[in-house]
């Protein structure tokens, strides 16, 4: 089943979402999955470390090349004072 507040894969008859932490319960205390989405709904889930990772090297790629392109640029600013 899925959890209707985040949308992880769970288990059957699963009584709290693993990842998210919200309750699948309904009143008389059965696991339900017609739940509303909850504010939890675009919560970042923990399986998305490599979606994560590749982010982050693009992100330091990025910082890099504007690091380089100001290198460029204050060379010719040097040289067109000098």
């Known amino acids: 089943m899925l959890c209707p507040h985040c949308g992880a894969e769970l288990p059957d008859g699963a009584q709290y979402c693993g990842e998210c932490g919200g309750d ?3 009143a008389d205390g059965s ?3 017609e739940l509303a ?4 709904t675009n919560a ?4 998305d470390a490599g979606e994560l990772a ?4 693009i992100g330091v790629a990025v910082v890099v090349a504007l690091a ?5 640029f204050a ?3 040097v ?3 000098a």
């Not at 590749?54 to 090297?57: L, V």
């Not at 380089?68 to 460029?72: M, P, Q, T």
Request: glycine letters at 0%; a positive charge.
């Open 75 to 77: 060379i010719i600013a």
């Open 54 to 57: 590749r982010n982050t090297k």
């Open 31 to 33: 696991a339900t999955t």
């Open 68 to 72: 380089a392109i100001s290198v460029v």
């Open 24 to 26: 699948l319960t309904i």
């Open 44 to 47: 970042l889930r923990t399986n």
């Open 79 to 81: 040289l067109l004072l």
């Open 37 to 40: 989405p909850s504010k939890h």
